[in-house]
Structure formats: structure tokens, C-alpha cells
Antibody, heavy 120, light 107 residues
């Protein structure tokens, strides 16, 4: 059974940093593109970033470029999102997501999410 | 960025009804479109991919159609478990983008 378990969310002040982690199990982690998708409270879904199987390609939505960094450790079956210079607009539930087989942008499995709140 | 527009934003319907949700893309995305269902407090769930392919274990009352810029999600006979919010997503071009959602409510 595919499982994605996020951690690292919490309350942070504007301008602060936070690192999210996602522990993956139930599939061969190193074989799949992985993504982060977020959802502001009461709002819709927003794709944030994704990373290729070997980490050689990474893509971001414009609003987080230069502030967020996606990374992975295939030996630990883990995905990460380093978030710097956080803003109130980054407040959201952040979902770790696994892509569908062979299709980069299709999210087949989702974690339960971790809430990030940016507030003073 | 490709804008995805869903209509309606809210839909009131009864158990047994046939309902259709429309998703329009601001430019052609071929058939690279997915539909997700989300219930309150839960993560989204993939229903349909490549516009019309049904994800494994998703009931056959769900169906998708369309290509290019216009797509539809149809539920042939609403069941109590179907009342939720539905999102379309294009995965043709970065950044991948979602529609704003359609909330399906009980009439």
C-alpha cells in the first residue's frame, strides 16, 4: 500500500524558514517523480514543485521560485521542501504527492498533508 | 500560465441525479487533464486521468470526456458518497494548474 506521511509543518513568522519532510513507503520511491501541492485554508489546490527520480530536474510555480527548494533522498525514501522567506500567502496545507506511472504531472497518490501557518 | 475554469462553482443535486461539471482550459492541453474528488478534511483522490481514463477502483458512474480546451466530468447517478468538491487539473504544461473547484451539495 502506498503511504506518504508529511511532517515539519507548524507556525512560523513572516520571513522565517521551515523544512517539510515526506516519508514514502509501499512503492519503489526512486522510480517516480514526486511533487508538493498546497491548499490555502478554504481555497483550491495549487501545484508547488516537482522533482525527477534522480533529482536532476526540478520545477517550481513562479510564486515560490528562489524561496523554496524541493529535494529528495532515495536512500531514505524521503522527499523534502525547504521553505525560506515565508510569507502570509504561503499559509496552507502542504501535500506530498506521487505521480502516476510515467506521467510527470499526474498526481496518483496524496499524503494527508501538513499545515504551515505563516503569521506574527 | 494555463488558466483552468470550472463551471459551475456550486452545484445542488439529489441522490440519483445525473450531473455534469465543465472545465475549460485557456489554451489547448490535448487530453492531459485529470479530475480529483476532495472531501472535507481529506486529501484529494484521483478519479479520471487523460481526460477519460477511469482510475482503478473508481466507480463506473464517473466518466470524463473532452480534448483540447473543453472537458466534462459526469456522474451518471449521484450517490450519497459523491457529495464533495471536484477539481480539474491540467498536466500538459508547467506550471501545472487546477480549476477553482466545484462543490457538489445535496439539494
Amino acid at each position: 500500500e502506498v503511504q506518504l506521511v508529511e511532517s515539519g509543518g507548524g507556525l512560523v513568522q513572516p520571513g522565517g524558514s521551515l523544512r517539510l519532510s515526506c516519508a514514502a513507503s509501499g512503492f519503489t520511491f526512486s522510480s517516480y517523480w514526486m511533487s508538493w501541492v498546497r491548499q490555502a485554508p478554504g481555497k483550491g489546490l495549487e501545484w508547488v514543485a516537482n522533482i525527477k527520480q534522480d533529482g536532476s530536474e526540478k520545477y517550481y510555480v513562479d510564486s515560490v521560485k528562489g524561496r523554496f527548494t524541493i529535494s529528495r533522498d532515495n536512500a531514505k525514501n524521503s522527499l523534502y521542501l525547504q521553505m525560506n522567506s515565508l510569507r502570509a500567502g504561503d499559509t496552507a496545507v502542504y501535500y506530498c504527492a506521487r505521480t502516476g506511472g510515467g506521467v510527470v504531472g499526474l498526481v496518483e497518490y496524496w499524503g494527508q498533508g501538513t499545515l504551515v501557518t505563516v503569521s506574527s | 500560465d494555463i488558466q483552468m475554469t470550472q463551471t459551475p462553482s456550486t452545484l445542488s443535486a439529489s441522490v440519483g441525479d445525473r450531473v455534469t461539471i465543465t472545465c475549460r482550459a485557456s489554451q489547448s492541453i490535448s487530453r492531459w487533464l485529470a479530475w480529483y474528488q476532495q472531501k472535507p478534511g481529506e486529501a484529494p483522490k484521483l478519479l479520471i486521468y487523460k481526460a477519460s481514463s477511469l482510475e482503478s477502483e473508481v466507480p463506473s458512474r464517473f466518466s470524463g470526456s473532452g480534448s483540447g480546451t473543453e472537458f466534462t466530468l459526469t456522474i451518471s447517478s449521484l450517490q450519497p458518497d459523491d457529495f464533495a468538491t471536484y477539481y480539474c487539473q491540467q498536466y500538459n504544461t508547467y506550471p501545472y494548474t487546477f480549476g477553482q473547484g466545484t462543490k457538489l451539495e445535496i439539494k
